[in-house]
């Protein structure tokens, strides 16, 4: 796994590369409809922040996120349905769409777990082919939040019908802190008014199991699961 990239080909002088030791998948996972589509990565050692390389809060149980709530997604995904994978890291924002909303576009088939982001009826903007795993974050602040992992979409990537869909991470807090013992990623509630008590103090290092990705992704973004506050 490589932490700082910026591009897939030549240099990245501030990419930090490390080995998987454990993959842990979500035991409900469903390759049918996508449900509970998230995993952990466990790192083979330990990851020290550097400017370049920086944690992310993770959405707490009852986070809140509006239709509207702008959205950030990266990745290195096709910039084109079919096209070729994008050689520079890529970002887009893109607003929440609410679930009624968003299971009407796929008849029915979008559950609690998921949250979806896009320009629905307009289309122009979304994540694409290879951007599956990678991140979704919104700003409270300071801070930037997790609130989804990329699931998957519309095989036409800007189809004005069809919003992209990502695991909502805030629906496995009890899963993901089952699994990191006694030091926990950074939970907050979004929205909150200054600091949510779930907030756990900033770590210098990034230690094992505290990756969060989808189970269908197929390239490299991962996102860091601590809190920091700026």
Same mark, same amino acid.
């Given at each position: 796994m490589y932490f700082g990239r910026r591009s897939q080909s030549g240099q990245n002088p501030n990419e930090i590369f490390r080995k998987a030791s454990q993959i842990i998948n979500h035991p409900n996972y469903n390759s049918v409809t996508f449900d509970?589509? $998230?995993?952990?990565?466990?790192?083979?050692? !330990?990851?020290?922040?550097?400017?370049?390389?920086?944690?992310?809060?993770?959405?707490?149980?009852?986070?809140?996120?509006?239709?509207?709530?702008?959205?950030?997604?990266?990745?290195?995904?096709?910039?084109?349905?079919?096209?070729?994978?994008?050689?520079? /890291?890529?970002? @887009? +924002? =893109?607003? $929440?769409?609410?679930? =009624?909303?968003?299971?009407?576009?796929?008849?029915? =088939?979008?559950?609690?777990? +998921? $949250?979806?982001?896009?320009?629905?009826?307009?289309?122009?903007? !979304? *994540?694409?082919?290879?951007?599956s795993g990678g991140p979704a974050v919104n700003t409270n602040g300071s801070r930037w939040i997790q609130s989804g992992i990329v699931n998957f979409g519309s095989e036409r990537c800007d189809d004005p019908k069809y919003p992209s869909v990502f695991a909502r991470v805030s629906q496995f807090q009890d899963w993901i802190? *089952?699994?990191?013992?006694?030091?926990?990623?950074?939970? @907050?509630?979004?929205? !909150?008014?200054?600091?949510?008590? !779930?907030?756990?103090?900033?770590? *210098? *290092?990034?230690?094992?199991? /505290?990756?969060s990705i989808s189970l269908t992704f197929s390239i490299i973004p991962f996102t860091i699961s601590l809190c920091h506050s700026s």
């Open positions: 509970f589509d $998230i995993a952990l990565v466990q790192l083979s050692s !330990s990851l020290d922040f550097t400017n370049y390389v920086k944690p992310v809060c993770l959405a707490a149980t009852g986070s809140v996120f509006a239709g509207g709530t702008e959205t950030w997604v990266t990745g290195f995904g096709t910039l084109q349905s079919g096209g070729r994978p994008a050689d520079t /890291l890529q970002e @887009v +924002m =893109i607003p $929440i769409v609410n679930n =009624i909303n968003c299971k009407e576009a796929y008849r029915g =088939i979008i559950t609690s777990n +998921m $949250i979806c982001a896009g320009l629905l009826n307009v289309g122009g903007k !979304s *994540s694409c082919q290879g951007d802190e *089952s699994f990191t013992g006694n030091n926990p990623p950074g939970f @907050v509630q979004f929205p !909150s008014n200054g600091l949510s008590s !779930s907030v756990s103090p900033l770590i *210098s *290092s990034l230690s094992p199991l /505290l990756l």
